[in-house]
């Protein structure tokens, strides 16, 4: 298992990447294992049918065997084409296969980092990235797949916190009790 610590940089003028990557293709595990489980359910009711005596085209064995597993295609596809950078200035997610979505949010606008890490994401060592905002466009944003997201966690509040001060902005926060 890959070891990720991230340190916390000094301010500086330069932008420096904390992160640059896709999320973990693990992220996909669960829906893996439910299309293998759905096809398997498939091959067996396909040779119960056909061992009584039912005949079924051909067409529809091929498509109801292909939609897992295109299914399973696309969710990979869909991670392996999601792009996440967080540098010293801001957060950047860019995803899509046919058309392409870019969203960024600034890191002194972050209020809140909260990871979430399920029991087989902390065996593999990633979790996902709950991030809250005062961006009015995009409020809360899920990151699903980062490595060590703890340790995201920590040094995203720290620099968010940093940044806010280094720039004299205080927290406002309009509609919260």
Not at 71 to 85: F, G, K, N, Q
Request: hydrophobic share 50%; glycine share 6%.
């Amino acid at each position: 298992m890959r070891e990720h610590r991230y340190e916390l940089q000094p301010l500086k003028d330069h932008w420096e990447i904390a992160f640059n990557g896709s999320p973990v293709w693990m992220i996909n595990l669960p829906l893996l294992v439910q299309c293998v489980l759905v096809e398997l359910v498939l091959v067996v009711a396909a040779v119960y049918v056909s061992a009584h005596g039912w005949v079924l085209p051909w067409p529809v064995l091929v498509a109801l065997l292909a939609c897992p597993l295109g299914l399973a295609a696309y969710r990979i596809c869909e991670t392996e084409l999601t792009h996440i950078v967080i540098d010293s200035a801001r957060l950047t997610w860019r995803s899509g296969i046919l058309t392409r979505h870019v969203a960024s949010v600034e890191l002194f606008r972050i209020q809140n980092v909260e990871a979430s890490i399920g029991w087989w994401q902390r065996v593999l060592g990633f979790g996902t990235l709950i991030i809250e905002s005062s961006d009015a466009n995009h409020p809360l944003w899920i990151l699903h797949g980062i490595p060590d997201a703890e340790a995201m966690r920590d040094a995203l509040n720290s620099y968010a916190l940093a940044l806010r001060d280094a720039r004299g902005i205080r927290e406002f926060n309009v509609g919260r009790v």
